[in-house]
């Protein structure tokens, strides 16, 4: 596990969070294709926040885009770097998930978020703040909306619409079991939405989120409960 320190210069107010956000949203890449579906590697990220000790733990998982069998896992436990503000919240996550990367002893591929990509208010969720500043194809796959809408779909796994901010479509509404209540998928960086739809049907083989979150998701909460001493 890796400690991590907040690092000099964060952003301590909102307003110097938006002019980050402003600065980095203009280097997003829209135009690349990203990596084909199961193939080679694609790499899970989450956090898990203890505000009262003032702690967050982020985990990466890698897993082979093929077979889903992790090929590695790392985690990192650090200070919260920055106060709850709805819009910004990469910046309470972005430093511990770095440092889990960076911790990776094998290059992630294809990087899922557990959160948004342009599927934000600002167009620039933790998938696009991720990939700008590690420059990997990454993905937001998120479980609600946020404060956007899309229309009907239908019942069968696959099913799916666009995911609308007035008439935009910033993401999509994808149904990954039958029946069941969709995720939320958002381009981050260096990938396209019809590839990052079609990486979420790979990585939903049995549940309704895909094994990248779920195993993040159980990893960064052990490491918290670690790191509290738990």
């Not at 948004?116 to 479980?143: C, W």
Request: charged content about 20%; hydrophobic content about 45%; proline content about 9%.
């Amino acid at each position: 596990m890796t400690t991590v320190r907040i690092p000099a210069g964060w952003p301590a107010t909102e307003g110097q969070a938006r002019a980050v956000q402003d600065e980095l949203r203009e280097r997003v890449v829209l135009d690349e294709p990203g990596p084909p579906p199961g193939t080679g590697h694609v790499t899970g990220v989450d956090v898990a926040y203890d505000d009262e000790r003032d702690l967050v733990a982020a985990a990466a998982v890698v897993l082979d885009a093929a077979s889903l069998a992790v090929v590695a896992e790392t985690t990192a436990v650090g200070r919260i770097s920055f106060p709850y503000v709805p819009g910004l919240l990469a910046f309470r996550e972005i430093p511990t998930v770095l440092a889990a990367l960076d911790a990776l002893p094998c290059p992630p591929g294809l990087v899922v978020c557990d959160g948004y990509g342009l599927a934000h208010p600002r167009r620039f969720g933790l998938a696009s703040h991720l990939g700008v500043l590690t420059g990997l194809p990454t993905i937001g796959v998120a479980k609600n909306p946020f404060t956007f809408t899309h229309g009907d779909l239908a019942a069968p796994r696959g099913s799916a619409a666009p995911l609308l901010a007035g008439e935009e479509e910033v993401g999509r509404a994808l149904r990954t079991r039958d029946g069941v209540k969709p995720v939320y998928v958002s381009v981050g960086h260096r990938a396209r939405l019809d590839a990052a739809c079609a990486h979420v049907l790979r990585l939903t083989p049995r549940y309704r989120l895909p094994e990248t979150t779920r195993l993040a998701d159980a990893l960064c909460r052990r490491a918290l409960r670690e790191a509290a001493g738990e």
